[in-house]
Each structure stands twice: as structure tokens, then as C-alpha cells.
């Protein structure tokens, strides 16, 4: 079994529309949690960290849910700009080292 | 503040040269981190390393791959021997501590590595 699971996509949806993405993990040593995003295979630059408690940052909503081992990533009123591979990443204390789902495309239409 | 930086950009070397891409990490950061993502796949961890320090190379192969992050100056990914399979975008990242921290990985552009 793969240490991240993502769901590949892709996601195709019309501007406006909420999409939502999980990605599962199975290592529990797993302690810190991000979501990226990555534009035609550039850099991945950092969207945004992932709180037990769920955290929000404009039209975006991370959740961590530990006891089932995933983290979710809502997008609300999808704009085009949002179409892009998102990469979900856990980080194991105890390796020492980040891991990556192998990312979930999203394409925003008009 | 300049980011992470990585040259070249984009490196063509033939099946048999040796290969050696270039990562400074941000400035104050001292943990460096190698990925490689072949076409249509995604992001794979290669080595971690502090300076002067290999932490983790689980992710390298076991020939033909070395990596450096001496006292003074950049990281160095080194390929020997390239094969067509090496053909890749590497990336390195940096961060100021362990990503335990909640200190997310700051990415550099990459170096596009083609074989021919």
C-alpha cells in the first residue's frame, strides 16, 4: 500500500463550482499536514498548512481528520486560476522527510 | 530575499556524462531536500541533508546518484553515468528546520535534466 493515496482526477469543473479533494495517508506517525499546488509541472508552492481544528483561507478549507487518516482540501466558487495539480503532503517526524501524493488535477472551464 | 535557488535551469547531457545540478537554499535555511519528478508522475523524495550531513537517502538510487551539502556553498545533486531514464525535473527545496516545526518546504524552479 502506497504511503499517500490521491485521487488523480482529473477533476473537471465550470467556474463556480465547489470541488473537493481528499487524500489519504498510513502512516499515523504522520505529524504535519500541507496541501500544494503545482502549475504545469513548475515549482509546487505552498497553499496552505493543514490544523487539527480545520483551517480556512479564502475560498479554501483544509481539514485533518487524524482518526481516519486523511486530510481534505475544499475549494469554493472555482475560478479559472485555481486549474492546477494540487499535492497533498505529510511530514513523519521520525523519517525526518516529506512525502507527496502524486497530485489530483483540477481544470476550471468557463 | 532571494528564494531557493537552482541552476541550471535546463541541462542536456548525453547517455554516459555525469550530470551536477546546483541547489542554495534560502537564506538562513539549513535543511535541503531533493526530489525528482519523472514525466507523468509526481513528486519522489530522494535525499535530505543538513550541512555536511546526510539525514535520509532512502529515496536515491544506490548507483550512480550522490548528493553534498558542504559547510560553504550550494547542494550538489550528482548523476554519473546518465541513462535516458535519468531524464527528469529535480527539484531541491529548503526549509530553516526539520518540517516538524509546521516549517513548510520552500521549492527552488527546478533543473529540467534531459538525456539524449
Known amino acids: 500500500r502506497k504511503e499517500v493515496e490521491q485521487d488523480p482526477g482529473p477533476f473537471n469543473v465550470p467556474e463556480g463550482a465547489t470541488v473537493a479533494f481528499n487524500c489519504t495517508y498510513s502512516n499515523s506517525a504522520s505529524q504535519s499536514f500541507f496541501w500544494y499546488r503545482q502549475d504545469c509541472r513548475k515549482e509546487p508552492k505552498l497553499l496552505m498548512s493543514v490544523y487539527s481544528s480545520g483551517n480556512e483561507d479564502g475560498r479554501f478549507t483544509a481539514q485533518l481528520n487524524r482518526a481516519s487518516q486523511y486530510i481534505s482540501l475544499l475549494i469554493r466558487d472555482s475560478k479559472l486560476s485555481d486549474s492546477a495539480t494540487y499535492l497533498c503532503v505529510f511530514y513523519n517526524t521520525n523519517a525526518g522527510k516529506s512525502t507527496f501524493g502524486d497530485g489530483t488535477t483540477l481544470t476550471v472551464k468557463p | 530575499n532571494a528564494g531557493v535557488m537552482q541552476n541550471p535551469r535546463h541541462l542536456v547531457r548525453r547517455r554516459g556524462q555525469e550530470a551536477r545540478l546546483r541547489c542554495s537554499p534560502m537564506?538562513?535555511?539549513?535543511?535541503v531536500y531533493w526530489y525528482r519528478q519523472l514525466p507523468e508522475e509526481g513528486l519522489k523524495f530522494m535525499v535530505y541533508l543538513q550541512k555536511e550531513n546526510i539525514i535520509d537517502e532512502s529515496g536515491m538510487p544506490k548507483e550512480r546518484f550522490s548528493a553534498e551539502f558542504p559547510k560553504e556553498g550550494p547542494s550538489i545533486l550528482r548523476i554519473q553515468q546518465v541513462v535516458r531514464g535519468d531524464s527528469a525535473a529535480y527539484f531541491c527545496?529548503?526549509?530553516?528546520?526539520?518540517?516538524?516545526?509546521?516549517?513548510?518546504?520552500?521549492f527552488g524552479n527546478g533543473t529540467r535534466l534531459t538525456v539524449t
Open positions: 527545496a529548503s526549509s530553516p528546520s526539520a518540517v516538524g516545526d509546521n516549517s513548510p518546504l520552500h
Open positions: 537564506k538562513g535555511h539549513s535543511h
